[in-house]
């Protein structure tokens, strides 16, 4: 069985939504493209590594409509190899709909979403997940997901569709690796989901010293 991986961008308010630009979601939304001035070369060298290995991406519909109109034409320049990569791999989307599946190598997905994330992770060693909040909400939810890769940027938005929302449930995660932080501010986290529900315990206990009587 291979590894789901959740590739997420976050503002440090959680708002995960159009980081790349104004046209991944223009209607209601102030700030697409807020990523895009804290980019820097650690960042990128960090996205460029989480990608090795990458075997297949799932993705919602609106990440993928914009992957499939972009990614085919970057055959050469700064993002050619994961340009190549990404034209390269099986490509499965999520969607109630009938997107184009002109992109080579893609397929949607059945109805039963969790049962055919499943089947995806049987068929590949490294899924990675991109973007596609949606798509993430219900892989939280149903805990179908191996690894998360947080990207953290100094800034604040105050609205916008969060990478935590309405999906979260009880959950343990382990650091895989120490955080890495780049001159722009952006911070990399790396988690890998634990066994278990997260454990309580009170923090006036007195052998922890932090009663209340100071």
Known sequence: MGLIHLELFATLDLVGQAPGGPDEDPVGFPFGGWQ?????????????????????????????????????????????EIATLF???????????????????????????????????????????????????????????????????????GVGKKVFDDGVVPANLTLLAPPEAGPMGAVHLRYGLADGVPATGDMSAPDRGLGSDG
């Open 36 to 80: 895009a001035p804290l980019l820097d070369e650690v960042s990128g060298a960090q996205v460029g590594a989480a990608y090795e290995g990458t075997d297949a991406l799932l993705l919602g519909r609106r990440t993928y409509d914009i992957f499939a109109a972009f990614w085919p034409h970057q055959k050469g320049g700064e993002d050619a």
């Open 87 to 157: 034209n390269s791999i099986p490509k499965y989307v999520a969607s109630r709909g009938r997107p184009d599946l002109s992109w080579a190598g893609s397929t949607q997905l059945g109805p039963d979403l969790a049962d055919a994330v499943r089947e995806v992770r049987e068929r590949h060693q490294n899924v990675k997940v991109v973007g596609s909040l949606n798509l993430v909400q219900t892989l939280l939810r149903e805990k179908l997901f191996d690894r998360i890769d947080l990207w953290l940027h100094p800034v604040m938005l």
